[in-house]
RNA sequence: CGGGGCGUAGCGCAGCCCGGUAGCGCACUCGCUUGGGGUGCGAGAGGUCGGCCGUUCAAAUCGGCUCGCCCCGACCA
């Protein structure tokens, strides 16, 4: 295609609005354009990125077995009451009501609506395993919508869904798109890790994220060198301590702490480690108040506390409830002879012995406090973060710690669904069994943006051959009728070859195309220019690494289709 | 929603403290020039200074309200 002809609006400096690279990036390259907080449309060349993505993405889910479909954007609220969904997805659905005052939503996911229709065609055990699957626009009216495509809100998502007999045959349809997403992220050419997850508002029984690895990655995720074990720190399991120490007790004593609130004032005062010392932290519920021990250098889980406590709202407690319940004002809080509110604790806490912990007055500790001795625990369990060093819940190997982007997401969902929403079908023996069901998204655009902010340089873009809009960036340089006559020629050539060629065909400086097709990034760049012609030669240039090579134009094709060949193989 | 910041020409910004003619660079149009890493010269076009209300003889500038956007935290493909 010609430059000229096409919507390439790239821009020279830095848009204001944009910090992180890919966002930037697509800004600058000319592919995206905002028109609302978190709503883009795609231009030309950033389409070709999307489509070259989902291209792979329906190859892959065909092979998988999987059949395309597409739902509807807007969706009737009854379906979401039917779940529950309507109240408990909170402010993120966006939602309105028709002009006969009926209420709906913009689709945020479409398990309702795909188990509606399951719900209607499926009656026997012989039409499954099912598992459709669409590429469609969603819609989540996220609190922040933030670096372009990276988390918009409105978004292209791949979203499949699964149907099975029982929870085995579940799995086996878990496994094929767990198998797929690792063909499409890999064919996609980008570097990524599937790690163990947290279910959230979705539900289900279990999931594993597939993670872009970039450090401007939203996510923060552990693993091990072996492969043994990895999930993203919201989900990464702690094991309990080795050992339980076994300091003789000591007395409990109380100290004068003055203005000493945190963890590094209290340990600096009394000259001890941050370990000695056990935190209290104080968070609401919707029913009640509870005070969490974590020991001082640990970070609460807030996730595991969630689902430890079993409930879905959680927040800090403001300092005026703080007072209310210990009688001493934020810093001071600790758990012996703390009354009227719940006490849970990380299971480390329970293998320390002499610990410092708040008076529950104000400049006031207590040291040497001993569990069962001084204070009491109503509830322990695995509350903390996982970091860097922790054992591997799973076999050897110590945790390390690498940011992500979650461009991927599978679910086990079980029956929730199919429970609420009664899609039943009949077994061989003529019962009705609930259909166990997955579901599996991808979000492309994000996708597009992980693979910028892993695949870039100074200078722009540098697309993966699979992904990338063009595969060559013909770039004549000069007005000579000689130019563009080997370039017309060369164009024809290429493209006849099903070589897709973006032609600069614009009457620019050499320097301005140069910087163009850098800033956006296909992975070579045919340059022909007067003084090359009178040599026979013109230049292919590799974006990644630089290298370029002076060839006659006959043997350009044969290049082209090598080198290309080359990285599709690698 | 809490914290921080920003709205002035298509883009990037200055002007605002200290009220008095709206400015710079890029992009755009025309002419010449140049032609292998954002040519040079000249001539132009383009702005309700986010909006509303107020203070004032006078508001981009001071005050209040409001809308939008960006960044940091709780949500997620």
């Known amino acids: 295609m010609r430059v000229s002809h096409l919507l390439i609006p790239t821009l020279r400096e830095d848009p204001g609005e944009a910090e992180v690279v890919s966002h930037r990036l697509m800004l600058r390259a000319g592919l995206i354009r905002k028109v609302a907080a978190g709503i883009y449309t ?21 092979r998988a077995g999987a059949q395309e479909l597409l739902m509807p954007i807007a969706s009737p609220a009854e379906l979401w009451r039917e779940t529950g969904r309507w109240d408990y997805y909170g402010k993120e659905l966006l939602r309105f009501k028709d002009r006969h005052e009926r209420d709906f939503c913009l689709g945020p996911t479409h398990e309702e609506v795909i188990t509606d229709l399951i719900r209607r065609e499926v009656r026997s055990y012989r039409q499954l ?5 669409q590429i469609q626009t969603k819609f989540r009216d996220e609190i922040r919508p933030r670096f372009g495509l990276m988390r918009g809100r409105e978004f292209i998502m ?68 072996e492969g043994t074990y990895a999930a993203n720190v919201e989900r990464a399991e702690v094991l309990p ?19 000493m609130k945190t963890i590094v004032d209290v340990t600096g005062f009394l000259k001890t480690t941050p370990d000695r010392l056990v935190k209290t932290l104080l968070y609401k519920t919707p029913k009640e108040v ?12 807030e996730i595991k506390l969630r689902s430890l406590l079993d409930v879905t709202d959680l927040e800090m407690a403001d300092p005026e409830t703080v007072i209310a319940c210990t009688g001493a004002p934020v810093g001071f809080a600790g758990p012996v002879g703390l009354r009227g509110v719940r006490i849970v604790a990380d299971q480390a806490v329970a293998a320390l012995r002499n610990v410092i912990v708040g ?15 001084d204070f009491n625990i109503d509830l322990a369990g695995d509350l903390r973060k996982a970091e860097a060093g922790d054992p591997s819940p799973r076999g050897d190997g110590t945790l390390k710690v690498a940011r992500g982007i979650e461009t991927g997401h599978v679910f086990m969902l079980g029956t929730k669904y199919s429970v609420t ?150």
């Open 42 to 62: 795609y231009l030309p060349l950033g389409l070709r990125v999307i489509r070259k993505i989902e291209t792979i993405i329906r190859e892959e889910m065909t």
């Open 241 to 259: 301590p080795v050992r339980v120490s076994d300091e003789p007790q000591r007395p409990l004593q109380k100290v004068s702490t003055p203005g």
């Open 359 to 373: 008076a529950n007055e104000a400049d006031a500790h207590y040291v040497d406090a001993n569990l069962d001795r």
């Open 158 to 225: 791949k979203d499949a869904y699964s149907f099975d007999v029982d929870e085995e045959a579940a799995r086996v349809s878990y496994q094929k798109m767990y198998d797929a997403y690792q063909r499409i992220f890999t064919r996609c050419g980008l570097t990524f890790r599937a790690v163990e997850a947290d279910t959230g508002l979705i539900g289900g029984t279990s999931s594993h994220e597939f993670m872009v690895l970039a450090e401007t990655g939203e996510e923060t995720i552990v693993y091990t060198e």
């Open 421 to 570: 929403m009664k899609a039943t079908f009949l077994d061989p023996q003529g019962r009705e069994r609930l259909a166990v069901m997955g579901c599996y998204g991808i979000g492309v655009g994000r996708t597009a943006a992980a693979a910028i902010e892993q695949n870039h340089d100074q200078k722009g873009i540098i697309w993966p051959l699979p992904i990338a809009p063009f595969h060559v960036h013909l770039l004549p340089l000069g007005p000579s009728p000689k130019v563009v006559e080997a370039s017309q020629r060369l164009y024809e050539e290429l493209t006849g070859a099903a070589i897709e060629v973006l032609w600069d065909d614009r009457d620019e400086r050499a320097g301005v195309k140069f910087n163009d097709a850098d800033l956006i990034g296909t992975p070579y760049h045919l340059v022909i220019g007067e003084k090359g012609l009178a040599q026979g030669t013109v230049e292919v240039k590799e974006r990644r690494t630089g290298t370029s090579t002076k060839l006659p134009p006959d043997q350009v094709l044969t290049h082209l289709r090598q080198a290309l060949e080359a990285i599709r193989a690698s």
């Open 290 to 301: 509870v005070a969490v021990l974590v020991r001082g250098d640990h970070e609460l889980n």
């Open 129 to 133: 395993p099912l598992n459709c699957y």
